[in-house]
C-alpha cells in the first residue's frame, strides 16, 4: 500500500469489542460477517497497536489466532461427496464467534443504558434532610386513634407476645402439647377479665409460653369480640391494648 494506513485507537476492553468497533464502523451483518474482510481490518490494529509499542495482551492475539483459523475453513472446499449433500449440513465456521458477539452486544448495551440512567440520576438534586426539632412542642401527647383496634393492631401485639415469650423461654426446654377446647379458653379469659376488675391487658392474657396456647387463646379472643363479651381499645398509636368486659359476661355458649 502507497499511502500510510492511519487509524485512531479507541480504548477497547477485549477483543470481542475491537470486533464490535469494526463491525459498526464497516457496517457489517453480524449475521453474515464476511471473516476474510473483518480479519484483515482486526490484524492492521493489532499491526498498528505493535507499531505503536503497546502491550498486546494475550486474549488478542489469541482472537487473531481464532479469526486466522475460520478464515482458512472458509476458503477449504467442502469434500463432503455429492449423494451426502442432501443429508449433510456444513456447520458454519463462524457460528460460534457470532453467538459470542451477539451476546457481548446485548452486556455491552445494557451497560450502557445503566451508564444513561446514572447520568440521568446525576442531574437530580434533592435537599439534604433538616433538623425540625425547633418544631417539636413540649410535652406533645401521642397521636390518638380514637380507641379504634384494628385486626392487625391485634396481630402486632400479638407478635409482640410471641417474641416476648421467646426471650423468656429457657434455651433448652421440652415441648409440651396442650390441647384446650376453644370454648373452655373462652369461659377462662372471661373469668380473668371479671376478676381483673373488667379490664386487662392484652398480653395478660397469654400467659402460658407454648405457641398452641397462644394461637387457642388469640381464636377464642377473637371469639369473645364477635359475641360482643368483650372489646378492645388501644389510646394511642403503638400503646398497650385493653381488653374491655361488655355486660355481665354470661353470654358464652356453645357455637
Known amino acids: 500500500m502507497g499511502d500510510a494506513y492511519h487509524v485512531k485507537l479507541d480504548a477497547f476492553e477485549g477483543p470481542l469489542d475491537l470486533l464490535l468497533h469494526l463491525i459498526n464502523r464497516y457496517e457489517i451483518d453480524i449475521y453474515d460477517i464476511p471473516v476474510a474482510e473483518i480479519t484483515e481490518q482486526y490484524m492492521i490494529y493489532i499491526h498498528t497497536m505493535q507499531q505503536l509499542e503497546l502491550n498486546i495482551a494475550s486474549e488478542y492475539l489469541v482472537m487473531a489466532a481464532t479469526l486466522l483459523e475460520i478464515k482458512s475453513k472458509m ?16 456447520e458454519d465456521p463462524r457460528e460460534e464467534l457470532m453467538q459470542r458477539l451477539i451476546e457481548y452486544r446485548k452486556y455491552k448495551e445494557a451497560a450502557q443504558s445503566l451508564k444513561d440512567r446514572e447520568l440521568d440520576t446525576n442531574q437530580i438534586y434533592t435537599r439534604p434532610p433538616l433538623n425540625l426539632e425547633h418544631y417539636k412542642v413540649e410535652g406533645s401527647q401521642p397521636i390518638e386513634n380514637n380507641g379504634e383496634v384494628t385486626i392487625f393492631d391485634m396481630i402486632g401485639a400479638l407478635q409482640k407476645v410471641f417474641q416476648r415469650r421467646k426471650w423468656e423461654q429457657p434455651l433448652e426446654t421440652r415441648v ?13 379469659m372471661m373469668t380473668q377479665i371479671y376478676e381483673a376488675n373488667g379490664k386487662i391487658h392484652f398480653g395478660d392474657l397469654f400467659p402460658s409460653p407454648h405457641r398452641s396456647h397462644i394461637v387457642i387463646s388469640f381464636i377464642a379472643l377473637l371469639e369473645l369480640m364477635k359475641k360482643k363479651m368483650v ?22 355458649t356453645e357455637a
Request: charged share 35%; with cysteine; aromatic share 6%.
Open 75 to 90: 476458503l477449504i472446499p467442502n469434500q463432503e461427496l455429492e449423494l451426502e449433500e442432501d443429508e449433510y449440513e456444513e
Open 231 to 252: 372489646t378492645c381499645e388501644q389510646q394511642e398509636n403503638f400503646s398497650d391494648i385493653m381488653i374491655y368486659q361488655m355486660g355481665d359476661g354470661d353470654g358464652i
Open 176 to 188: 409440651h402439647r396442650q390441647e384446650i377446647p376453644i370454648q373452655e379458653r373462652m369461659e377462662q
